[in-house]
């Protein structure tokens, strides 16, 4: 199984991003160590374990760490020790848990291509069983790595460029298989001729689709490179793909973020799977219909709110998340118990609704038309009352969730005279910047927060849940485009 290697681990084409080493996640038991020595000798470059690295630097073993120290002294060690692997070609080998931490992402994610190892539980028990590691939770083996996994799920799914089942195959046929994958891909020649077809029958600018011939011609320029992109029609003017694609650039990501403009979400998300997307934003229209595709939604999305904006597709799944509640509750925080208004019952509404009740808000909704209204305050929980109620409510909020003063639309929700200087207006409209209702609001004393407030917020949590990657709010702003 030597395979000729060519300056650099992966071989890398002109033009793409330098993948420089190969990194294994996963749970214990899962074959990491054993997999990630042959793939050293394979590529003949080192193989670093960071648990074992842990013990050399702290000249203890783990279990004595865990016993005398305690885990989160364990985490500070891990995390030290992941932060000074050299950037170099090397097959890295991680402890199981080190995915949880953000500040570990970043450093394994750079230059890298992340592999995740799974096994089934009653194998990782059959290979754990006679470790002297000490338990994590006070649980039965059994029981322990299924708690734990379940824990991790959404880290390990973040963490995963490629995914490899190691249940029931040698570590050598695993790591053949590895080595197949990252040399060829995992999309088939015709998917990728069906993908490239589809964006070829849209409309997106010359340098988009150059880049994605470039991406998905056969043979490919780059097998590693994994594509994401916002679902929506249309969906050309989404600031998406000019956020992401920098921060990929930054954070070293071998990933590129485009549009998947089409009228049918159905003929999207076949097109997506067989090119092995790693992740969508979903937008207008797509909200709900997309659900009936994914294989598992996240409560929060499931539940109340009852749409999709994120799709992560991991391990042959493709799960859904709600990132806009997460964006219109952060900037709301400190009004937590507020008597707040929304404005509209549509698909952000509902998203609202969802983030103002869990911050335990007095919550009115209004609509233009009122069984909308009526039909999302019984889903969530709220009140509702006609539009022209606003005026007896007096709130402390008024969240607009309407597409009212969207660009070209300069119209206003509320009039000047409705505002008063305690109240606080958000506006979730986020082009233009400073909105019609925002203008007035500034203008009467009241405290403002911009649509750009919440995109920010819901990006961030969109690129943790592709990445396992932390930035902060204040952070990504700088790269909006
Ligand atoms: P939607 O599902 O189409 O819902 C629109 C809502 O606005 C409905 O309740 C609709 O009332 C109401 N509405 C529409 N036109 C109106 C008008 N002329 N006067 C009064 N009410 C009107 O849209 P959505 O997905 O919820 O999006 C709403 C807005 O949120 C978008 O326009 C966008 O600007 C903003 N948004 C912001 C972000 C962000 O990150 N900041 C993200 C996504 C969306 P009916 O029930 O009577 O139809």
New binding site residues.
Partial sequence: MREQVVPGILGLPEGCHAVKRIVLTGYRGTGKTEIGKILALAYAVPFLDSDSLIEQKTGRSIPDIFHEDGEERFRDIERNVIATLPAADAIISTGGGAVVDPANMVSLRKDSVVVLLTSDIDTIEQRIARSPRPPLTNLPLHEEIAEMLDRRRQHYHASSDFCMDTSGTTPVAAAEKIMSMLKNGIPSAAARADGLAFFRGGRLPAPVLQRLEQILNTPPADPKIRILGVAGYPCAHSRGPGLFNRLFTDFHLNNYYTFFEDPDIGRIMQVAKAMDVKGLSV???F?QDVMQFLDEVDEHAAQQIG?V?TVVFACGAAIGYNT?WL??RKPLVHLKGAKAVL??????????AYALMDLDMDVTIL???P???RA?AQRSGCRWAA?DAFDHIHPDLVV???????EP?T?S?LAEDQLYPDLTVF?????PPITPLIERALATGCKTI??????????REQFYLWFGIDITAEDLRKYLP
């Fill in positions: 937008t207008i229209p909200k749409a904006n806009d964006g219109v404005l509209g019952a549509g698909g952000v509404a509902s998203a609202a609509n233009r038309t069984a909308n209204a999302l539009w607009n969730a309407t597409p009212l003063g969207m639309d119209r929700p506006d979730l409209v986020y082009t911009t649509g750009t407030g919440m995109f920010v917020e819901q990006a």
